[in-house]
């Protein structure tokens, strides 16, 4: 699969993520409680994929490499296999954090963090398989994928208040990298995109679980839940966003395909607010300036031809240079 096929792939994923940003949080605010929309929806695609695995025999075949692999250490290890863990996280500091930061600062220290970690991720070789310097243009396609969520969002800064909770997001975005490069090495090793993102939604499921058991604690269970069936879609639309990246990041690694999401996200939020929108959300000239932005920076970084070094040879030219110094 070329590179331009993974970007295009990628964007895609973002259009969908939005779509689903959008299912989740009308969810959330028909029962007041983001944190139960999000078990709903997790716990929704688990499901569904729970019925794929028992119908599919590769992707039970799948688990069963997967799990030889981490019993014998090779390839792959435990905790690799709960990137999950990563994405619960977003969505519980979204229900703390989002609300007292602002959606704008949260999304900017949400990306800040990913874009980041995206770069020191692919600079290790982890998820693709090869490593990727810290070029000039990947660290300026890097730089300017921050401007164009800074610009997307410059209207609702103001609405945003500066705190210490920025490092929520910031948290949650460096999450998200390393949880798009372990799934892709989950992928990679139950040769099975499907076994990768059931793994991700069960280990992501328990999570939210037990914080929203915490929740029920305190605030008591729902008691009033929407009857419309297109708000627990979120799960299944999930499923494609997990399994979609898991199969991209081998072709373009962490950081262009988190940079390639989040142009599909800010694309797919402005064809969203012009077909579907919903009270409070408008069209404006920052929106329409950061899309340019993301893709400019998109161009940028991918033009980026420099070698990249598979992960395993540079492990052991690393060790056979250490050698020859002893």
């Known amino acids: 699969m070329p590179r331009s096929f993974g970007i295009a792939g990628s964007a895609v994923v973002g259009f969908l993520l939005a779509l689903q940003s959008r299912v989740n949080g009308a969810l959330g605010t028909r029962l007041g409680d983001p944190l139960a929309a999000s078990v709903v929806s997790f716990g929704g695609g688990l499901l569904a994929l729970l019925v ?27 905790w690799q296999c709960v990137g999950g863990v990563c994405g619960a996280f977003l969505v519980f500091s979204q ?27 692919d600079r290790l070789g982890l998820g693709s398989g090869v490593t990727r310097s810290l070029t000039v243009l990947r660290v300026t396609g890097a730089v300017l994928a921050l401007v164009a969520i800074v610009v997307a969002v410059s209207a609702r800064l103001g609405e945003s208040r500066a705190s210490l909770l920025v490092v929520l997001p910031l948290l949650a975005g460096t999450g998200v990298a390393w949880q798009q490069a372990m799934n892709g090495l989950v992928k990679q090793t139950a040769d099975s995109a499907v076994s990768a993102a059931t793994l991700n939604f069960a280990t992501g499921t328990v999570a939210l679980v037990l914080a929203f058991g915490g929740e029920i604690l305190l605030r008591g269970f729902p008691t009033e839940w929407p009857t419309v069936p297109w708000l627990y879609v979120g799960g299944l639309l ?23 999401i989040v ?22 000239p920052g929106t329409v300036a950061g899309i340019c932005l993301a893709l400019l920076a998109v161009g940028v970084a991918s033009s980026d031809t420099g070698a990249k070094v598979p992960a395993r040879a540079r492990s052991a030219r690393m060790t056979n240079r250490e050698r020859h110094d002893s």
Do not use: C, E, K, W
């Not at 025999?57 to 799990?67: D, E, I, N, S």
């Open 238 to 260: 999930g499923i494609f966003v997990v399994g979609g990246s898991a199969v991209l990041v081998h072709y373009t690694g962490v950081l262009l395909l988190s940079m390639g």
């Open 52 to 78: 794929v695995v028992a119908a599919s025999p590769r992707a039970r075949r799948g688990f069963v490499r997967l799990g030889r692999a981490v019993r014998s250490g090779t390839g792959i290890r435990a």
């Open 263 to 284: 142009s599909g996200q800010l694309i797919g939020a402005l064809l969203l607010d012009l077909v579907l929108p919903v009270a409070g959300s408008h069209v404006n």
């Open 95 to 121: 229900s703390i954090a989002a609300s007292l930061l602002g959606v704008a600062l949260f999304t900017v220290g949400a990306v800040s963090g990913q874009v980041a970690s995206g770069l020191v991720v």
